[in-house]
Each structure stands twice: as C-alpha cells, then as structure tokens.
C-alpha cells in the first residue's frame, strides 16, 4: 500500500471557477451569443444558471438544442445587447 496518496484529492477543484464578470448580469430568458472560438458561435437564450453563476444552460437556436456552459469551458456568453444578434 502507498504511503504517500492522499485519501481526499478528490474533495477540492483542480482550479478555482470564476466566471467573468458580465455572466453574473444574465438572466433566465436573456439572449445570448455565445462565443465558442473564433469563427465560431452562436445564439441563443439562456435557460438556467446556476447560483453562483458558472454554469449556463442555454437553448440554441436553429433546433441546435440545449447546452450546458461552464465558466472553464473556454467559452464567453454575451449578452444581445452587446454584439449584433439578428440571426
């Protein structure tokens, strides 16, 4: 048996989750372009966020379906106010 394993690694995230500051204004029913990399997005609106807000589920348009953001996917979600959204 390892002398050296720790019994608990498990119990703390691999890092600390911070979303961005503009994800803490978003709304249920809010729409969104969500910016995945570049030459990449969509648009959308959101449909649950969690309380602490660094997870996003949104409904994509086009009948792309529901998808479940998190703040360390790499990804920014904007509000339509900010950027052109006339999909």
């Known amino acids: ?3 050296n394993v720790k ?3 498990a119990d703390a995230p691999l890092r600390t989750a911070t979303p961005a500051p503009h994800w803490k ?5 809010d729409r969104v372009r969500v910016l ?4 990449f ?3 959308g609106v959101v449909d649950t966020i969690t309380p602490d807000h660094t997870a996003v589920w949104i409904h994509l ?4 379906g ?3 953001l998190h ?3 790499g990804v920014d979600i904007v509000p339509c106010g900010e950027t052109a959204c006339g999909d």
């Open 1 to 3: 048996m390892a002398k």
């Open 7 to 9: 019994q608990h690694a």
């Open 25 to 29: 204004q978003l709304r249920q029913g």
């Open 36 to 39: 995945f990399s570049p030459g």
């Open 41 to 43: 997005e969509a648009s």
């Open 61 to 64: 348009d086009g009948g792309r």
């Open 66 to 68: 529901r998808t479940l």
């Open 71 to 73: 703040c360390g996917d």
